[in-house]
């Protein structure tokens, strides 16, 4: 439904010109709904001007029950009392924002669930493009593959265990460099930190290790200090991943 919000700065020129093409768009639809519109636009400018006005016919009959059902909610001694006309003006306008919107909102959400279900159409296809590409013998093909999921706003289970199992086990450094590096997209998961701590754990390439530190120290991980004491235990670690391992260390500790 159309926020009140959003009335007001179209009525007011705030909006870009994107969002004042949408609203107008249905207002030319819809005769009924223009005619609305309309008597918004009177009752804000009465607002502004606290001058007499009077609701045309084509208020929705649910425009004065939801009037008759304030009315009912006033206690006796409210009723003897004269009610300021700003204040009546201004809960014929909260109403009529309500049955405007209403109305709106059959327009602009038709229009956003068909935008949404093709998004959704076009992340599935995405994915399935990323997963039988993955499956090719030329590694550069297979890195294409995994930056496919930087088109995708969000990825299913399927796409981040594909891009673990790809990140740890993919025959070529380099794709398994690409894989790691776009997992930390979804590093707010805790499979995808689990497996950063396994893949420090099972990785004996200097690259992919010192790879795994950094993404780890990043997302501030702080169940990586176990790997990295035992990393730093072993008498053959080259001095740069030493150092990458002692870094990390200096600031997860």
Not at 231 to 246: G, N, R, T, Y
């Amino acid at each position: 439904m159309m926020s009140e919000e959003k009335i007001i700065d179209y009525l007011e020129g705030r909006l870009e010109a994107a969002e004042r093409q949408e609203i107008e768009s249905a207002l030319a639809e819809s005769p009924e709904l223009s005619s609305s519109f309309e008597d918004y636009k009177a009752l804000l400018a009465a607002l502004d001007e606290q001058t007499d006005y009077q609701p045309s016919e084509r208020l929705s009959q649910g425009f004065y029950d939801h009037l008759a059902s304030l009315e009912d909610e006033v206690t006796p001694v409210a009723k003897t009392r004269s009610i300021p006309y700003r204040r009546l003006l201004q809960v014929a306008a909260a109403a009529l924002i309500f049955f405007v919107g209403i109305s709106l909102g059959k327009y602009i959400t038709q229009d956003d669930t068909q935008k949404l279900s093709q998004i959704e159409q076009e992340l599935k296809n995405t994915q399935t493009i990323m997963l039988e590409m993955l499956k090719k013998e030329s590694a550069s093909q297979r890195i294409k593959a995994v930056n496919f999921s930087y088109d995708m706003d969000g990825a299913d289970q399927k796409v981040v265990d594909v891009l673990i199992q790809t990140m740890n086990f993919d025959k070529n450094l380099n794709v398994r460099l690409h894989a790691a590096e776009a997992l930390t997209r979804f590093g707010s998961e805790d499979k995808v930190r689990d497996a950063f701590i396994l893949t420090l754990a099972r990785q004996d390439n200097p690259e992919m290790q010192i790879k795994a530190i950094n993404i780890l120290v990043h997302l501030k991980e702080e169940r990586a200090v176990g790997e990295l004491l035992k990393l730093l235990d072993q008498e053959d670690l080259i001095d740069p991943v030493k150092q990458s391992a002692q870094d990390g260390l200096n600031i997860l500790l």
